[in-house]
């Protein structure tokens, strides 16, 4: 599968269909993605290696090695590595449509806000 290059790491698509699209995501130690938003879906994010600091609408949660948490429609989001080690884990979306257009990005550590 093809890797998405990014400032923070990487992601490559697992499944695209009409109803979900599902991304395995791979945050390099000591980034952060975007704090963000989405109008057309909603994600749930499970953890398989390594520990994640979320910030949901400006509260944060860790999240350890096989833990989830549902990210819902419209709300503020980013998910952080503060290790050493590669933090990976599974996106799963769902809702109207997963285009990467669909990104409100309101701080982001890389100028693409």
């Known amino acids: ?7 923070w790491g ?5 499944l695209d269909e009409s109803y979900t699209k599902v991304k395995r ?3 390099n130690p000591f980034h952060r993605l975007s704090y963000q938003k989405h109008f057309k879906r ?8 390594g ?9 944060q949660i860790q999240l350890q090695e096989g833990q989830s948490l549902h990210i819902p ?9 503060t290790l050493n080690i ?8 769902y809702g109207s449509y997963f285009g990467e257009d669909d990104i409100v990005r309101v ?3 890389y100028g693409r806000v």
Do not use: C, G
């Open 1 to 7: 599968m093809n890797k998405t290059r990014t400032p």
């Open 10 to 14: 990487w992601w490559e698509v697992l």
């Open 25 to 27: 995501i791979l945050v």
């Open 42 to 49: 909603s994600e749930y994010w499970t953890v398989v290696n």
């Open 51 to 59: 520990t994640a600091t979320v910030t949901l609408d400006n509260v």
């Open 73 to 81: 429609q419209e709300s503020f989001h980013r998910i952080a590595n």
């Open 86 to 93: 590669p933090l990976i884990l599974i996106e799963v979306q």
């Open 107 to 109: 701080s982001d550590d």
